[in-house]
């Protein structure tokens, strides 16, 4: 039984896989409509995220199969203190496949060792949201008709910005791609991400604080929000929020086959006069999104006598130092085991927030 | 692609063949039970009305499709800022047709200028809810056998009752309809009724404070909620309200084939005595409404190629005058033109909650 | 039409019928996968609890039907004051079996009077939840082989324990059932139950504190937890908690073909270690929820021109008395007769919520 917690739980050829069924599904809806007949989807979201959520149930219900769940946490046992042990424990005698959004990272993989069905992650925290990525990895494999040989652009905030570091690990797996980061001083991609995956496979970067001078030479770009709580200096807020909002203007200068990607919800960092440029395509991501939903149910139903991918790794260090992200969720899960993986000699990380062990 | 706001979008043969539809659904259901397979309902309530989205959703269920969606805003990507514009665009990809509820007015409108699937109000504040008309009429056409010809009373809020002013402007379209309005003094139809729908189409009306003096002339009676809250003088409310509470004593002067309706949720302003009485229709009301909502969803289904039904209309002022309501949807949503059509020489009426432009 | 509001409800003779059923389906699911089809059950939970309501809409779903409703309260018309009885007048325009959960003693009573489709109690208040004893009856039947002739020790909070309660009356119905009762002092079986009940049945038992003490004799243990809040005194709490806390240790001493059931959800009063131990029964008791729902919904809309289980019973008493009861639904619902049935010479009780009448 396969779960899938992070982008990199698939391997590239996991991931063309995926893509090939999801553009067949796009071609040819009808051959799928009956595929997930008589089986359940459960959106555990202990979090609300409508745009997820309603993209997994529209995935599960243009497969045939039904979906159960509940969209916020006030409406779930957790609200009476149960562990996600122990509710996905209960889920898996009612559902074939569990969809997992919840603030504690690490959740779906404690879900995963639970469960004895297949787990997806919908996000757990600033940790991981691998359905996302795949959207955004459809989307520029169908709009380019390639993975490989792009300049791609990410602009906004690259210090918190989750789905940005997911998706510069996932292209690092493929060649000739080059990276422009464009963002403040102050929301610049952090040195694990540099340093840890961006140098690690070789990719060349520039980082610049100007979208207008990024733009001509962009094949791809990713645009993100900016929120105004993350600047310590708030003059500093007003001064650079115009600077990273995408308009018209800003877009004369781009390739005629650029495109333009953003996760959504926007708010003002597109403007909307952009929607109806062709360069546009956040809202085919959307597409995207659901359709590589249905191609990720249709290979975790269809794997179920695969060996779990997330076993504990050997060398794991077991209740012998404790994780200290207070957002982890061995914080707060009863009777988990706190359990460190090695990552490099004399490295630790925690195998649910991969955080870095302070031994 | 049409999307219905107003019951006025619906002309008087649309509606009859909505009501041909309905009543065929109610002797042959099983000829529907398959019409929406593969079809999906989203149901996107910003407020909660769990009986408004509870029919929509049986109505797609009996029609063979499926729903998703949310039921208060709190679980919607609404949290986050995103406008309504956006989220119907994502919940294009996910869906076939759109029931929203909204607590701003004109939301619905800027809905169906976004969707690409047809959208369906499902009430917006106070401005409009097109299906509760429609269950009003269906109800009023199976029990009496016609919608003309009829004397028709309203009583108790007939100030603030969307549903009622609704009501009205539907009726106004028919022949032979007289109008009772019977309400405290402080409650009674606003001018922009009296003198803009019921003396333009001519309709014969005469308002009253007594429900006992109007009950036996009437051939359907209306009834509303007064709010405690609508009085400026509790003194007066006390005195009063008692006055418009339905028992069967007030019910013994009129006629044996009246028909009384409420568009429920009810409190105490009609004895659960009543209910048993023949005459009570308010639970018949539910299921005709019901049975509008398929018949109304397999219209629009069936017409995704009929052009849009809410375009700009000729003259529109476009960003010349703001919008003043408070209410209305221009007041929040991100780039949204301000936009006034003429309704008169020298008259605009903003085309979202049709607030008369103060100029 | 039947509905089921109490176990007591059901004979011993249908609930073996439910109990075959539920058995059948459990090793032949495909014959019932269309059972329902175009059926709808609609969860009408005034309060969250997500396994309940999961498992109805599992079980619906397993059936071939579909289903609507809503998880709590605050997103349905009761918001609005409406009553019980006319949302379900409502929601029998919209479904065929409703599953209702309300904080109310005696709702469902309520519901099931005024309702024209089957009601399920799905849990009022501290009063009655059939589903979960249904639930329990299953796992022994499946387990032991037999629901007579067993030694069943109930360990916790035997005081407020619901499921306790009603998991005893149940057994009180089979012969050679011995009654181990594990609990401290201040959280004891409550007289009505030893003696209305147990004594009434001529059930043998005996009472301890010690969970050790009793291990050793059980066929069957039912675990439950002990709330902080339920002591007055906080010392003793902490001095008694652990001893009612489930270890590998403690079970040590058991029959080996012992089993452990817990209505779940589970705080820290079973250890997660014992999870694994084949007598471990309480995930298998969630499995066997679902299984009863299914029989049980088959059951009741296979049975609707049965008539009314629930009728006012002779002799009782209307609007004499009222209930005293604070949490009772007369204290709510508009217009509701207060009906006391007579349950021994010169006793009455309350017929929503129970209570004996003080006259």
């Avoid at 949201?129 to 905030?157: M, S, W, Y």
């Avoid at 996932?170 to 080059?178: D, E, F, P, Q, V």
């Avoid at 979208?211 to 500093?236: C, G, H, K, N, W």
């Avoid at 000699?345 to 927030?353: A, L, S, T």
Wanted: with cysteine.
């Amino acid at each position: 039984m396969r779960s899938v917690i992070d982008t990199l739980d698939l391997t590239v050829e996991e991931i063309q896989s995926l893509i090939d069924t999801a553009e067949d599904i796009a071609h040819n809806p009808q051959n799928y409509a009956e595929k997930c007949k008589g089986k359940k989807l459960a959106t555990l979201f202990f979090e609300p995220s409508t745009r997820t959520r309603l993209s997994f149930e529209a995935a599960m219900l243009e497969l045939g199969g039904s979906v159960i769940g509940f969209s916020d946490a006030g409406s779930s046992s957790a609200s009476k203190g149960e562990s996600v042990a122990d509710t996905v424990k209960v889920i898996s005698c009612y559902a074939d496949v569990i969809a997992m959004r919840h603030p504690r990272e690490g959740a779906p993989l404690v879900a995963a060792h639970n469960a004895s069905i297949p787990v997806i992650n919908a996000g757990d925290g600033g940790h991981c949201h691998p359905t996302q990525t795949l959207a955004d990895l459809l989307t520029i494999h169908r709009e380019k008709g390639r993975l490989d040989n792009l300049t791609v652009g990410f602009c906004g905030d690259l210090k918190y910005g989750r789905t940005v570091h997911s998706l510069i690990a996932a292209l690092s797996r493929y060649t000739g791609i080059k990276l422009v980061l464009i963002s403040p001083e102050e929301l610049r991609v952090p040195g694990y991400v540099t340093k840890g995956v961006i140098n690690e496979a070789g990719m060349p970067y520039r980082e610049t604080e100007s979208l207008e001078d990024a733009m001509p030479e962009l094949d791809v770009l990713y645009m993100t929000r900016i929120q105004r709580e993350r600047f310590s200096d708030i003059d500093e807020y007003e001064r650079l929020k115009d600077s990273y909002i995408l308009t018209l203007e800003k877009l004369a200068s781009a390739k005629s086959d650029l495109i333009v990607l953003h996760p959504l919800p926007r708010v003002n960092e597109i403007s909307v006069k952009v929607d109806d440029d062709p360069r546009a395509c956040y809202f085919k991501q959307v597409m995207n999104g659901k359709l590589m939903r249905m191609a990720l149910i249709l290979k975790l139903l269809g794997a179920v006598d695969e060996p779990d991918s997330h076993p504990i790794p050997d060398g794991a260090l077991i209740n012998e130092i404790c994780c200290h992200n207070p957002a982890c969720i061995t914080k707060v899960e009863q009777e988990l085991d706190q359990v460190f993986k090695p990552v490099a000699p004399g490295v630790y990380r925690c195998i649910y927030c991969e955080s870095k062990a302070k031994i």
